[in-house]
Nanobody
Framework: QVQFVESGGGLVQPGGSLRLSCAASEFGLQYNAIGWFRQTFGKEREGLGCINNNNGQTYYADSVTGRFTISSDNVKNTVYLQIDSLKPEDTAVYYC???????????????????????WGKGTPVIVGS
C-alpha cells in the first residue's frame, strides 16, 4: 500500500514560518487529491487545505486562507504545506491524507471533511512558542 510520511515540523517562534512535507511512496501522487489536516489533544482533526492532483487546484479552510499554501512536486512525489505568520494556536500535529475516488475527493478536498477512505500519514508535530 502507498505510504505517506510527513516531516518538517518542530518548534518555531510566533510569526515564523515552516514548510511541511508529505512524501509519498512510489505512485503516491496518483491519488487524486492530497489534503492537510491538523489535530490538537481532545479535538477532532481539522481540515486545512487540499490539492487536486489532476488539475492542481487548491482549496483552503477560511481560517487559514492567506497564511497556508499547498503545492506539489510530482518529480519528488511530495506535497508541501507552507505555513506563514505562525500563531500559538497553530500548535498541533499535522497530517497529510490522500483519496482516490471522486466522492472522497469532493468530501476531503472541496468540503475539507474527513472520510473513511483517506489514507493517512503518521503526522508531524508543530509547536509555536517562544
Amino acid at each position: 500500500q502507498v505510504q505517506f510520511v510527513e516531516s518538517g515540523g518542530g518548534l518555531v517562534q510566533p510569526g515564523g514560518s515552516l514548510r511541511l512535507s508529505c512524501a509519498a511512496s512510489e505512485f503516491g501522487l496518483q491519488y487524486n487529491a492530497i489534503g492537510w489536516f491538523r489535530q490538537t489533544f481532545g479535538k477532532e482533526r481539522e481540515g486545512l487545505g487540499c490539492i487536486n492532483n489532476n488539475n492542481g487546484q487548491t482549496y483552503y479552510a477560511d481560517s487559514v486562507t492567506g497564511r497556508f499554501t499547498i503545492s506539489s512536486d510530482n518529480v519528488k512525489n511530495t506535497v508541501y504545506l507552507q505555513i506563514d505568520s505562525l500563531k500559538p494556536e497553530d500548535t498541533a500535529v499535522y497530517y497529510c491524507g490522500a483519496v482516490h475516488d471522486g466522492l472522497s475527493v469532493q468530501a476531503m478536498c472541496v468540503e475539507l471533511r474527513m472520510v473513511s477512505t483517506i489514507v493517512w500519514g503518521k503526522g508531524t508535530p508543530v509547536i509555536v512558542g517562544s
